[in-house]
């Protein structure tokens, strides 16, 4: 079990918006200790650090980009102080958040510049004790690449999470099948990848789903969803799922062959531990249906509901060809 949402949990603890999570580890670190303790007590056994933003790409938009080292240790330090006090097996995994940029020929940031900010926030990492590096949130395959390259010039192992939040798709228009590939290919590999965030629990099973169909044996897949649908409500975004829905989503996650499970935004630690009740003594069942998706979680994109269900343009289109390739690929696992 991961665990649920930094960003939206400190929100509701006192974070004002434009402000940089990252600086609460040394403005408020009480809070983000009570925080990880929060997530340990629901039954997370992976704890991730308070560096989403740890990069000295997202860091300039604060002027801290000079304090890598300093911000991402002082992180792995608050999440290893309630990690080692667990009375349990807890892993601490250090966060990398993408940088924000974008990636040549689109933008300016060239490969090596990428390696180089990933590999220096994740030295920092591995140097203050984390235990395992956590890519996540990324949307293109050269980032990933990037990030990859970067984390594993440690030596540490590392995780990579991809966010499926553009009609069944990542921003940069990579699909579930396509990621899990690229992953095979990543040398070394991760030791786990999934999905993470996107627009709801119901899409994120899709995607693990997907995923599942392009995996190969011992592969990890990870799936760590939004809490539901965000919606405004005074002044504040807000996410619909209850802890009896996210239990739905995690006991499908385990069918979908999720082996790593947990939440992203809007997941709180009662969230979590309704998930962790329903997981307890769980004993997975088939792989899901795109219906039944449907039925226990809601609704779900016209894009993921075409690699799910196999429906295709007419013959003659262009996007009709791609979408058999894209099928072929593994995408159309349902």
Request: proline fraction near 5%; glycine fraction near 12%.
């Amino acid at each position: 079990m991961a665990d649920g949402a930094t960003g939206t949990n400190l929100f509701d603890a006192g974070l004002a918006t434009g402000e940089a999570p990252e600086m609460w580890n040394f403005e408020h670190p009480e809070k983000i200790e009570a925080l990880h303790q929060s997530m340990v007590d629901a039954g997370a056994d992976i704890i991730l650090t308070n560096t989403f933003g740890g990069s000295r790409y997202r860091l300039k938009l604060h002027k801290a980009q000079d304090r890598v080292e300093e911000i991402n240790r002082r992180a792995v330090e608050i999440a290893r102080k309630v990690a080692d006090r667990a009375g349990r097996p807890v892993v601490v995994a250090g966060s990398i958040g993408p940088t924000g940029e974008l990636f040549e020929p689109l933008g300016p940031l060239t490969h090596a510049e990428g390696v180089a900010a990933f590999a220096e926030q994740a030295r920092a990492l591995a140097a203050a004790g984390a235990d395992v590096l956590w890519i996540e949130t990324m949307s293109s395959k050269d980032e990933v690449r990037a990030a990859a390259e970067g984390a594993a010039s440690t030596g540490m192992p590392y995780v990579c999470t991809l966010s499926f939040d553009t009609n069944g798709r990542t921003m940069m228009g990579l699909m579930p099948g396509e990621h899990a590939q690229l992953c095979h290919e990543l040398n070394p590999r991760p030791i786990g990848y999934g999905a993470n965030c996107g627009v709801g629990a119901a899409e994120l099973i899709a995607a693990v789903v997907n995923m599942s169909g392009s995996a190969e044996a011992g592969d990890v897949i990870v799936a760590k969803g939004n809490c539901g649908i965000p919606y405004y409500h005074e002044g504040k975004i807000r996410y619909d799922g209850t802890p009896e829905l996210m239990a739905e989503y995690a006991r499908m996650a385990r069918d979908a062959g999720a082996r790593i499970i947990g939440g992203c935004c809007g997941t709180s630690p009662t969230h979590l531990k309704a998930m962790r009740e329903a997981l307890d003594h769980y004993v997975p069942g088939a792989k899901p249906t795109l219906e039944e998706i449907v039925g226990r979680l809601g609704q779900i994109s016209l894009g993921a509901n075409q690699q799910a269900s196999g429906i295709q343009a007419p013959s003659n289109t262009r996007e009709s060809r791609r979408r058999r390739r894209e099928s072929a690929s593994g995408d159309g696992a349902f």
